[in-house]
């Protein structure tokens, strides 16, 4: 692979772009210090005591704690949105929403994040689609309603020797059971998707439009694995219907579907400014 010759190519269809959509995994939260929780050990790192319990990543991103032990579920969940609250979104972000602002199509992002941080970085709330929900909006653990409120005002104290989140727990303004953060888990039937759906609808709306308009589609896809492979999926689906051109910067699964799209085996951070140099 001629690394070169690919970021200049990337360059190229940047600049020849009417529109920008932006999809980012957890690898576009590294460059700001984030965990990414690659494989089981990555998550064991960041989360010692889940491995003193024995509990993997999907585990313990279970909506089951929520019933069975609060305390720790809210340990998890309460330490996430603390740090993601702390954590400034890289310049990557930044150059990223600059050059989407700059198109006539403008931009929109696609990301399994939760951790709220395009929104941190100044990118158009009705621009984004969290499709795995948010860790800055609650809802009801039974749920009684299918409501979904900020999570602005609540402050999780955490004893981090037992791992345990200290009383008063988040409740549910509704019936005053235990709340959750409003984030699609794994094995997750309780998840109100209502607040990503009208997401999804402005997305799909703006898609149409790029296409009615005819305008030349660049993705720029930063640090999306295979493990969840949600992100990767719309990247390729997303290129295939609106003959967009992929550009798949990611240090490890950096594989392109076909020559037409463009692998960049690069940090987010790195690949970011490499392909945008000059352009923004």
Request: hydrophobic residues 35%; proline residues 5%; contains cysteine.
């Amino acid at each position: 692979m001629d690394l070169e010759k690919n970021i200049q190519q990337a360059k190229e269809v940047l600049k020849e772009a009417d529109a920008l959509l932006i999809t980012a995994g957890a690898g576009m939260g590294v460059d700001s210090g984030l965990p990414d929780f690659r494989g089981t050990e990555g998550f064991w790192r960041a989360y010692p005591i889940a491995k003193k319990l024995g509990l993997r990543f999907e585990e313990l991103a279970n909506p089951r704690w929520f019933k069975e032990n609060p305390k720790l579920a809210w340990a998890f969940y309460g330490h996430r949105l603390n740090l993601y609250r702390k954590t400034q979104p890289h310049e990557g972000f930044h150059i990223l929403r600059k050059l989407g602002e700059s198109k006539k199509g403008k931009y929109f992002v696609f990301t399994s994040n939760v951790d709220g941080q395009f929104q941190k970085a100044g990118y158009d709330e009705k621009r984004i689609v969290e499709i795995h929900g948010s860790i800055h909006h609650l809802q009801c653990t039974l749920p009684c309603t299918d409501d979904i409120w900020p999570a602005d005002n609540i402050e999780i104290d955490i004893d981090m020797e037992k791992f345990e989140a200290k009383e008063p727990l988040p409740r549910c303004i509704h019936c005053g059971e235990i709340a959750r953060p409003n984030i699609l888990m794994f094995g997750d039937w309780e998840w109100i998707p209502h607040r990503t759906q009208g997401q999804e609808f402005r997305f799909e709306n703006w898609l149409e439009h790029i296409y009615d308009m005819d305008y030349k589609l660049a993705i720029v896809e930063i640090g999306a694995g295979k493990a969840v492979p949600t992100v990767r999926v719309t990247s390729e689906s997303i290129a295939y219907r609106y003959n967009g051109t992929l550009i798949r910067i990611n240090p490890r699964d950096y594989d392109v579907p076909s020559s037409k799209h463009i692998s960049l085996p690069m940090k987010g951070l790195e690949g970011i400014r490499a392909i945008t140099e000059g352009l923004v």
